[in-house]
Nanobody, 114 residues
Framework: QVQLVESGGGLVQAGGSLRLSCAAS????????MGWYRQAPGKQRELVAV???????NYAESVKGRFTISRDNAKNTVYLQMNSLKPEHKAGYYC????????WGQGTQVTVSS
């Protein structure tokens, strides 16, 4: 059983930055990949970024160059650094991990004011 707990969301002005954290129970090296998804009101959940155990990354086109995903296997934590935020980035952000099954965190809300 894997538990994923997100933190770091909040309210930020347009152009600002936030860093989301996802703390996983157990050793995350085996959880492969891990990533972040987001869901805006009235929209489907969509991929933001994923990272493998060895650090390979993949990003949604809309966040390339703006968001950075990273993982610290020693701390069992995955991060999402979000820079130059825009109001359209407002969403619930969910941590994801795959260890045979798919696991999800409870989500953390990001709100960007214009």
């Amino acid at each position: 059983q894997v538990q994923l707990v997100e933190s770091g969301g909040g309210l930020v002005q347009a152009g600002g930055s936030l860093r989301l954290s996802c703390a996983a129970s157990g050793t995350i090296f085996s959880i492969n990949p891990m990533g972040w998804y987001r869901q805006a009101p009235g929209k489907q959940r969509e991929l933001v970024a994923v990272i493998t155990s060895f650090g390979s990354t993949n990003y949604a086109e809309s966040v390339k160059g703006r968001f950075t995903i990273s993982r610290d296997n020693a701390k069992n934590t995955v991060y999402l650094q979000m820079n130059s935020l825009k109001p359209e980035h407002k969403a619930g952000y969910y941590c994801y991990g795959k260890l045979i099954e798919d696991y999800w965190g409870q989500g953390t809300q990001v709100t960007v004011s214009s």
